[in-house]
Nanobody, 122 residues
Framework: QVQLVESGGGLVQTGGSLRLSCAASGRTFSNVAMGWFRQAPKKEREFVAR??????YYADSVKGRFTISRDNAPNTVYLQMNSLKPEDTAVYYC?????????????????WGQGTQVTVSS
């Protein structure tokens, strides 16, 4: 019933910026935790950022460069990505948890988007 659609990915040079969006539709819980994950080729899907209420958490690799935020009407989650590096290249996935607690693990989320490609060139 819940659908998540990511957008905003693309090709940028090192040091550039992108803003990813995740639009949620269908039934959803109020104040559920939302997260961003990414998966590079031959790599496991890894945690990037999450937001629960007004608390935000980030992976060490993106702290100081990425910012997660959200709107509730409509339910949209954003990931502002600054100072991008080639190692940020991956497919980025939006995820929604079943509660407001959130998690750094993929198992803590019930719904996933299709992903949007982010490529950072040197």
């Amino acid at each position: 019933q819940v659908q998540l659609v990511e957008s905003g990915g693309g090709l940028v040079q090192t040091g550039g910026s992108l803003r990813l969006s995740c639009a949620a539709s269908g039934r959803t819980f109020s104040n559920v935790a939302m997260g961003w994950f990414r998966q590079a080729p031959k790599k496991e899907r890894e945690f990037v950022a999450r937001i629960s209420w007004s608390t935000r958490y980030y992976a060490d690799s993106v702290k100081g460069r990425f910012t997660i935020s959200r709107d509730n009407a409509p339910n949209t989650v954003y990931l502002q990505m600054n100072s991008l590096k080639p190692e940020d290249t991956a497919v980025y996935y939006c995820a929604a948890a079943g509660s407001s607690h959130g998690s750094d693990s993929t198992s803590g989320y019930d719904y996933w988007g299709q992903g949007t490609q982010v490529t950072v060139s040197s």
